[in-house]
């Protein structure tokens, strides 16, 4: 959602180029120039597939469960403890 809302905030800022420029634009919203022009010029139905292409597998949603246990049973556990606890 978040992801979104930024889009929209990219896109009328530009209002299709009567607006501010990609550099002002990145400056205003804190972004990447690159970033602002990749998502000014795709087409927003190639973002919506871009977005819902994320919920890819990670290496540690094997551990998820446990590691979540970890930090509800010890909320202080830094990584590196998480990591020799796991091992």
Same mark, same amino acid.
Not at 22 to 42: M, P
């Given at each position: 959602?978040?992801?979104?809302?930024?889009?929209?905030?990219? !896109?009328?800022?530009?209002?299709?180029?009567?607006?501010?420029? &990609?550099?002002?634009?990145? $400056?205003? #919203?804190?972004?990447? %120039?690159?970033?602002?022009?990749?998502?000014?010029? !795709?087409?927003?139905?190639?973002?919506?597939?871009?977005?819902? &292409?994320?919920?890819?597998? $990670?290496? #540690?949603?094997?551990? %998820?469960?446990?590691?979540?246990?970890?930090?509800?049973?010890?909320?202080?556990?830094?990584?590196?403890?998480?990591?020799?606890?796991?091992?």
């Amino acid at each position: 959602m978040k992801e979104w809302i930024v889009i929209h905030k990219i !896109k009328s800022l530009y209002d299709n180029g009567n607006g501010f420029t &990609e550099r002002q634009i990145a $400056k205003e #919203l804190g972004l990447s %120039r690159n970033t602002v022009s990749k998502y000014l010029h !795709k087409p927003e139905t190639e973002i919506a597939k871009q977005i819902d &292409e994320i919920a890819r597998t $990670k290496k #540690l949603d094997a551990y %998820r469960v446990y590691i979540i246990q970890l930090l509800q049973t010890y909320p202080n556990l830094s990584a590196v403890k998480v990591m020799r606890k796991g091992c």
